[in-house]
């Protein structure tokens, strides 16, 4: 029955009656809450030990892909070698999976590192005033001239 005035005078009865049901609703309530808070807790918990546990065995692959980039690279072997299926053939990945790798461990791309060690060398050919353009290309294993000069700008 829906009444038209919401607000009723509470009799003492009436206000035991209220109590008790409140009571009961807020033990109902507190119970359920603090299972869900809990339950809540204990999944976050696993989430992150899940999420420690998985990234760990992808950081030592991750970590050993990077260190061995870099160690190929400092060999100088950039020098004739500028292209990422070379060295992911080296590594024995694919080059989507070490430029992916490469991009999500260091922030670069694997060209970008690639360039940085190919830049000196380039350099130091081209301080060389004995050597001419043509024969820089040639040494540092470029198809042609034209994408020696493309390289160089």
């Known amino acids: 029955m829906i009444q038209k005035d919401w607000v009723q005078p ?3 009865q009436r206000v035991a009656l209220n109590l008790s049901v409140f009571s009961i609703f ?3 309530l507190d119970s359920n809450l603090m299972g ?5 807790m204990m999944y ?10 998985s990234t760990d065995s992808h950081t030592d692959r991750t970590a050993y892909i990077v260190k061995q980039l870099m160690a190929l690279l400092a060999t100088g072997i950039s020098r004739t070698e500028r292209d990422v299926s070379y060295y992911a053939e080296r ?13 999500r461990v260091t922030g670069h791309s694997v060209t970008s590192y690639i360039d940085r060690h190919t830049v000196p060398i380039l350099k ?10 043509t024969q820089i290309a040639d040494a540092m294993n470029f198809t042609s001239l034209s ?5 160089c700008t």
Do not use: G, M
């Open 91 to 103: 590594l024995n990945v694919s080059p989507k999976y070490l430029s992916a790798t490469i991009k």
């Open 36 to 40: 869900s808070l809990c339950l809540t």
């Open 124 to 133: 130091d050919y081209l301080n060389d005033e004995r050597l001419s353009l």
């Open 147 to 151: 994408y020696f000069s493309r390289y």
């Open 26 to 28: 807020r033990l109902f």
């Open 10 to 12: 509470l009799f003492s």
């Open 44 to 53: 976050d918990i696993f989430e992150a030990h899940a999420q420690r546990e």
